[in-house]
């Protein structure tokens, strides 16, 4: 058991630890809880300050945060929980993640009859669900390849409550006397002489 505790008037860490040796962890846990939590951190009081800061600017292929998680069991869990628990906070980010350079979000799925690789349960009834704001020109906003897709749905669109709503909506209202397709279906394979492009 160990204890510290920090004056009000100190001026320093409560905590400091010099790990100097480059091969060896600065600090160990190796933890027997099974019900309890292994680190717990109440940090009720910071208002502009951050609960757990990394610096680590001298990465190459090492991350900064590395979670592994070998668990055979079944049982419905989340590997990392961000939990935004207050109603009134309406302008709270659950989750952001800022990329100056390289890809911003990744996800690799790799068991075949697994879940979503990506879902999203949202409750908005009179609000988007998903957002994309694009600084894109000549790119492609949102690229979808299946190159593997033979008998299944590339995209599928549904819905059993419409009333007034539009299951497919485009909205071209750019000025540009240039020529161009709003709407483009290419079915591009001369010998796919059965298909049928719309």
């Known amino acids: 058991h160990l204890t510290s505790e920090q004056k009000t008037t100190s001026g320093k860490p409560a905590l400091t630890v010099s790990a100097l040796d480059l091969d060896v962890i600065a600090v160990d846990i190796n933890a027997g809880q099974t019900t309890a939590n292994v680190v717990d951190i109440v ?17 190459t292929t090492g991350p900064a945060l590395y979670i592994d998680s070998d668990s055979d069991s079944t049982g419905t869990r989340s590997i990392a929980t961000i939990v935004q628990n207050h109603a009134s906070a309406v302008n ?17 799925s790799t068991l075949a009859a697994g879940g979503y690789s990506l879902e999203i349960d949202a409750a908005q009834a009179a609000t988007n669900t998903a957002k994309i704001a694009s600084a894109a020109t000549t790119g ?16 599928n669109i549904y819905d059993n409550t419409l009333t ?11 000025a540009s006397t240039t020529g161009r397709t709003t709407a483009r279906i290419k079915q591009n394979n001369a010998a796919a002489i059965a298909a049928t492009a719309l």
């Open 43 to 59: 940090a009720a009081n910071t208002t502009t300050g951050t609960g757990i800061h990394l610096a680590m600017s001298g990465l």
């Open 92 to 108: 709270a980010t659950g989750l952001t993640v800022q990329a100056d350079a390289g890809r911003g979000l990744f996800i690799n």
């Open 140 to 155: 492609t906003v949102l690229d979808i390849q299946a190159e593997a897709i033979t008998t299944g749905t590339i995209l």
């Open 164 to 174: 007034s709503g539009t299951a497919l909506f485009v909205d071209d209202d750019s």
